[in-house]
């Protein structure tokens, strides 16, 4: 809980550089601003939300 928002992109993105896999990335994020600038500028393919949604199942609303 003590990491920023977001601190694992980067490895996502790099993954997705080495592979043409789908990539998901995941970790800590909580806001609509990180979620919608990750999925266009990210490099990922799509993302992955749990505790964000444990606290809110409506928040992709
Ligand atoms: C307290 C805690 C324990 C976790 N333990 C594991 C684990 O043992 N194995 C694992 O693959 N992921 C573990 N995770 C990662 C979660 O499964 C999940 O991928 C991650 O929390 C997703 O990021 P988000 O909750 O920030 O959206 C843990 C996460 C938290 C917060």
């Given amino acids: ?3 920023p928002d977001g601190v ?8 997705k550089e080495a592979t043409s896999l789908p990539v998901i990335g ?5 806001t609509p601003e990180l979620a919608e600038r990750t999925l266009a500028t990210g490099g990922v393919d ?4 749990r505790r964000t949604l ?3 199942p409506d928040w992709p609303r």
Avoid: S
Wanted: charged residues 15%.
């Fill in 46 to 49: 799509f993302i992955a939300l």
């Fill in 26 to 30: 995941v970790g800590k994020i909580r």
């Fill in 8 to 15: 694992v992109l980067p490895y996502a993105k790099a993954i």
């Fill in 54 to 56: 444990l606290a809110d």
């Fill in 1 to 3: 809980m003590a990491q």
